[in-house]
C-alpha cells in the first residue's frame, strides 16, 4: 500500500461542515480513510462530497466545543486512528478594547477544547500504541496580527501544545503536528477580503500571488494522517504560498 494513503484508517475532523475541516474531510476520504465529520452542525453537504469521492459513507458527528470538553467521551468506545482539530474562531477588535468574552470565546475553542480533544485521543490511542494528531494552527502561531489577541495568543499556545504533546507522545507511537495555514479563502477571512485595502496588501505578500485553497491545507493534512510522515514530530509546518519566506 501507498505511504500517502489511509486506507483502514478512521478520521475523526473537527469543524468539518465547511471551509478547511470540510476540504480535509473529503481529502481525506478521497485518500481512503473511513471519515467522521463533527460539527455544530450537521455536516450532509461534507457528507455528500464523501460519498461522492469516495463511494463510502461518512459519519456525522455533534461536537459543540463552546463546551471545551465535548469530546471526551468519543474515543473511548470506538477506535479512532487520526484526529484532526480544526475548530476554530475569530474574534476582531482594536486591544485596547478586546472584551474578555471575546478573549474567553476564542480561547476555549481554539486551544481549551484542542488540548483536551487531544488528551481524550491519546488516552484511547497510547494503548494501542499509533495514532496521528494534526492541528490546525496559523500564521499566528509565528505572528503577531492586528486586533486579534485571543486569536494569536491561541494559535500560539497551538504551536507550542503541539510540540509538548509531541515530546511525550512521539516514542509511543503517536505522531502529533500542526499545519499554520497562510490567508485561505473561508469564511474566516471573509472580512480580510471584504476590506479592499487588507485584501490587496495581503495579496502583494503573497509569494505564489494568489489566497490559498482549502484544498491546499487539505493535502499537507493527509500527509500528516499517512504512514509517509511517520518520522514527522511536533512539526508547525507553514502553508502558505510563501508568506513566511518573505
Ligand atoms: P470557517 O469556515 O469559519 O470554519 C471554522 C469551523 O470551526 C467551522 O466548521 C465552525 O463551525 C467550527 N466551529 C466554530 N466554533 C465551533 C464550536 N464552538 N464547536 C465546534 N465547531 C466550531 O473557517 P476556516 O478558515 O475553515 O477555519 C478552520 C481552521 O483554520 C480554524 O482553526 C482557523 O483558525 C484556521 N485557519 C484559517 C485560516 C484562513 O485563512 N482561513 C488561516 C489560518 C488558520 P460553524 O460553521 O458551525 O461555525
Not at 484508517?9 to 480513510?33: D, F, P, Y
Not at 489566497?211 to 507553514?238: C, H, K, M
Request: with cysteine; aromatic share 6%.
Amino acid at each position: 500500500m501507498s505511504a500517502f494513503s489511509l486506507e483502514g484508517r478512521t478520521a475523526l475532523v473537527t469543524g468539518a461542515n465547511t471551509g478547511i475541516g470540510q476540504a480535509i474531510a473529503v481529502a481525506m476520504a478521497e485518500a481512503g480513510a473511513d471519515v467522521i465529520a463533527s460539527g455544530r452542525r450537521d455536516c450532509d453537504e461534507t457528507l455528500a462530497m464523501i460519498g461522492k469521492v469516495s463511494g463510502r459513507a461518512g459519519r456525522s458527528l455533534t461536537l459543540d466545543f463552546a463546551d471545551p470538553m465535548a469530546a471526551r467521551d468519543v474515543f473511548a468506545d470506538q477506535p479512532i486512528d487520526i484526529l484532526v482539530n480544526n475548530a476554530g474562531i475569530i474574534r476582531r477588535d482594536d486591544a485596547v478594547d478586546f472584551s474578555e468574552a471575546d478573549w474567553d470565546a476564542v480561547m476555549d475553542v481554539n486551544l481549551k477544547a484542542l488540548f483536551f480533544t487531544c488528551q481524550a485521543f491519546a488516552r484511547a490511542a497510547l494503548p494501542r500504541g499509533h495514532g496521528k494528531i494534526v492541528n490546525i494552527a496559523s500564521l499566528l502561531s509565528f505572528q503577531g496580527g492586528i486586533r486579534v489577541p485571543s486569536y494569536t495568543a491561541s494559535k500560539h499556545g497551538v504551536a507550542g501544545l503541539t510540540k509538548l504533546m509531541a515530546n511525550e507522545w512521539a516514542a509511543r507511537g503517536l505522531t502529533v503536528n500542526a499545519i499554520a495555514p497562510g490567508y485561505i479563502e473561508t469564511n474566516n477571512t471573509e472580512a480580510l477580503r471584504a476590506d479592499p485595502d487588507r485584501s490587496r496588501a495581503i495579496l502583494d505578500r503573497i509569494p505564489a500571488g494568489r489566497w490559498g485553497r482549502p484544498e491546499d491545507i487539505a493535502q499537507t493534512a493527509v500527509f500528516l494522517a499517512a504512514p509517509a510522515s511517520d518520522y514527522i514530530n511536533g512539526a508547525v509546518l507553514n502553508v502558505d504560498g510563501g508568506w513566511l519566506a518573505r
